[in-house]
């Protein structure tokens, strides 16, 4: 009798087809946690600060432990672990351990400035998917502009030293802003050198408590697209991407981005919500509730309707420009207003990335 083969995948095959059915079936295959909000840094950029844990119910050890049990139960697979900074929770080593013996397979993000040899052991004895570390700047001066913290910098460095020592997959990235635009091209070069991979987002929201001041160092959109034009990675990607997806939706609904769908967010008080930015569905899922707040909470959120017309509903680039209830709801307290800022971007990268496209110019 002939043995049954075996077929092997890759990782992105993989990824791909449990995805694609997850999304078919609504199963919640994909979150992310913030185990905490509080932070060490007082980055200029942070969309977080302000919304301070101090008079609030902070996650417990063992309230995230049970969330881990019920998202498991409910075939989350991929898990990212986030904060605020996660490693300033003193049981981070033991809500990590616990998430590994899930099974999950993790993320992490980290400003690194908190690593040490004891936790970055603990990461190589059970490693993560990977670690995502946020380098500001690749100057001191830079990289503390941004963050606000004396000798920030260099603890940074020691903690990228750390995982590069131990060999743990890691992936570096920045924020890109007026602080310190003039510095990603070299932190790029940095990574490079470093045998690493490399991404900076342009993109920076208001306050989840509608504060402004992030906005402050928002870079222009002309910035934001001269930094993706001088980045021949980048400009392919995009150049690549606008010819697959000038499409008009049509949709009347406040969400069209796929939020939710298989994916969700977990606050650090214990709020489901639609995905990393989102903050609408403001369900608790303490207690044993994340199958209601996922199945029947979401949905209800994801289900709203435009009020009024928007011309978001008939604009072919708006996959181009990021536009999304999230970014209008944290810049206007309005899911169903435009952020001009990313409209602008968008158009910027018509215009960029495909040159010599008239009906595509007149978007």
């Not at 030293?161 to 743990?168: A, C, F």
Request: some cysteine; charged content about 25%; glycine content about 8%.
């Amino acid at each position: 009798m002939d043995c049954e083969q075996i077929i092997e995948l890759g990782y992105s095959e993989f990824s791909k087809r449990i995805h694609d059915k997850a999304a078919g079936n609504r199963i919640p295959i994909n979150g992310g946690i913030d185990i905490t909000s509080r932070c060490n840094l007082r980055c200029a950029h942070c969309y977080i600060e302000g919304t301070s844990t101090k008079e609030e119910h902070e996650l417990t050890y063992e309230e995230i432990c049970h969330i881990f049990d019920q998202i498991a139960d409910e075939g989350c697979l991929w898990l990212l672990i986030t904060g605020g900074e996660p490693l300033v929770r003193p049981d981070f080593s033991d809500i990590y351990r616990y998430a590994k013996r899930k099974g999950f397979i993790i993320t992490l993000f980290t400003n690194g400035t908190l690593l040490t040899p004891r936790i970055t052991d603990l990461l190589k004895d059970e490693p993560p998917f990977r670690i995502e570390i946020s380098l500001y700047g690749i100057t001191a001066a830079t990289y503390e502009r941004v963050t606000g913290v004396p000798g920030s910098f260099q603890r940074c460095m020691c903690g990228i030293n750390l995982v590069l020592e131990r060999k743990l997959p890691l992936a570096l990235k920045t924020v890109a802003m007026t602080l310190n635009k003039h510095e990603v091209h070299d932190i790029r070069k940095y990574a490079e050198s470093l045998g690493v991979k490399f991404r900076f987002d342009p993109i920076i929201n208001a306050g989840l408590e509608r504060t402004t001041g992030p906005l402050e160092v928002r870079l222009s959109p002309e910035d934001v697209v001269a930094l993706e034009l001088a980045d021949e990675q980048r400009a392919n990607e995009w150049r690549e991407f606008c010819d697959s997806s000038l499409v008009i939706s049509g949709s009347d609904r406040i969400y069209t981005c796929g939020a939710g769908s298989y994916n969700f967010h977990i606050t650090s008080t214990g709020d489901i919500a639609e995905c990393i930015i989102a903050r609408r569905t403001k369900f608790s899922i303490l207690g044993g509730k994340f199958h209601q707040g996922f199945y029947e909470a979401i949905p209800k959120v994801l289900a709203q309707k435009r009020t009024r017309y928007s011309e978001c509903m008939s604009c072919p680039i708006i996959n181009l420009c990021g536009n999304c209830a999230a970014h209008g709801e944290l810049e206007h307290g309005d899911p169903e207003a435009k952020v001009e800022w990313l409209c602008q971007v968008g158009h910027l990268r018509v215009a960029a990335f495909k040159a010599g496209r008239p009906e595509a110019a007149k978007a």
